[in-house]
C-alpha cells in the first residue's frame, strides 16, 4: 500500500548545491504535483503535471525544474539551492474525486 | 486569484470540547471546497469535501457546509479527542483547466489536551 513516495525524507545543503527530489506513486493517476509548505503560509503549488509529457508552473516556481519521467514519476530539481529554497516539500498525485490529491509524507530541505 | 484565508492558531482545547475553525474564500465561478488533515511527521489527508452550494461534507465526526452567500466553509467537531491534535487546511479547486490543482489557506494548528 505505497501510494506517494518521496526520497529523501531529509537533506541539508549548501547554497549553490543541486538536488533532486523523487517522487513515484503507483495508483495510476494522470496528475501529480509538487508543494512546499512554509510556516504560516500553507501549501504553494511550484510546478505540476497534469499528464505524462506535459508539465506546467504553478504558484512559485522560480529556482526549481521538474520532470514528469513516467506516469508513476515526477521529480523537482534545485540547480543552485539558495537558503529561501528551506522548506518541507511534498509530492501529490490526483484521485478520481474533484479535488482529492494523496500526498507523499514530505520531503525537509535546509540550505545553509 | 483564489484564495483561502483560515482562522489564526493555534488553537487548544480540552477532551470533549467542541470545535470551529473558521475558513472563508476568494474564488471565481463554483470552487469545490476541501478540509484537509496533516498528522505530526505525515503528508496531507483529504478529511472531507463539498462541490457544490449548500453541501455538507462529513468524516470522522467532522462536519462543513458549504456556504457561498457567507463564502465560508467552517469545520466543526462536537467532541474533540487527543487524537485529532493536527494541522487542519482548508482548501478550493476552481475546476475546469485547472487540473486539480488546489489553493489552501495557512493550516491552523490543533492541539488537544486529556
Known amino acids: 500500500n505505497a501510494g506517494v513516495t518521496q526520497t529523501p525524507k531529509f537533506q541539508v545543503l549548501k547554497t549553490g548545491q543541486s538536488m533532486t527530489l523523487q517522487c513515484a506513486q503507483d495508483m495510476n493517476h494522470n496528475s501529480m504535483y509538487w508543494y512546499r509548505q512554509d510556516p504560516g503560509m500553507g501549501l504553494r503549488l511550484i510546478y505540476y503535471s497534469a499528464s505524462e509529457g506535459t508539465t506546467d508552473k504553478g504558484e512559485v516556481p522560480n529556482g526549481y525544474n521538474v520532470s514528469r519521467l513516467n506516469k508513476r514519476e515526477f521529480s523537482l530539481r534545485l540547480e543552485s539551492a539558495a537558503p529561501s529554497q528551506t522548506s518541507v516539500y511534498f509530492c501529490?498525485?490526483?484521485?478520481?474525486?474533484?479535488?482529492?490529491?494523496?500526498f507523499g509524507e514530505g520531503s525537509r530541505l535546509t540550505v545553509l | 486569484g483564489d484564495s483561502v484565508t483560515q482562522m489564526e492558531g493555534p488553537v487548544t482545547l480540552s477532551e470533549e470540547a467542541f470545535l470551529t475553525i473558521n475558513c472563508t474564500y476568494t474564488a471565481t465561478g463554483y470552487p469545490s471546497l476541501f478540509w484537509y488533515v496533516q498528522y505530526p511527521g505525515e503528508g496531507l489527508q483529504l478529511l472531507l469535501k463539498a462541490t457544490k452550494a449548500d453541501d455538507k461534507g462529513s468524516n470522522k465526526g467532522f462536519e462543513a457546509t458549504y456556504r457561498k452567500e457567507t463564502t465560508s466553509f467552517h469545520l466543526e467537531k462536537g467532541s474533540v479527542q487527543v487524537s485529532d491534535s493536527a494541522v487542519y487546511f482548508c482548501a478550493l479547486s476552481s475546476g475546469g483547466t485547472s487540473y486539480g490543482k488546489l489553493t489552501f489557506g495557512q493550516g491552523t494548528i490543533l492541539t488537544v489536551h486529556p
Open positions: 501529490a498525485s490526483k484521485g478520481g474525486y474533484p479535488g482529492e490529491l494523496f
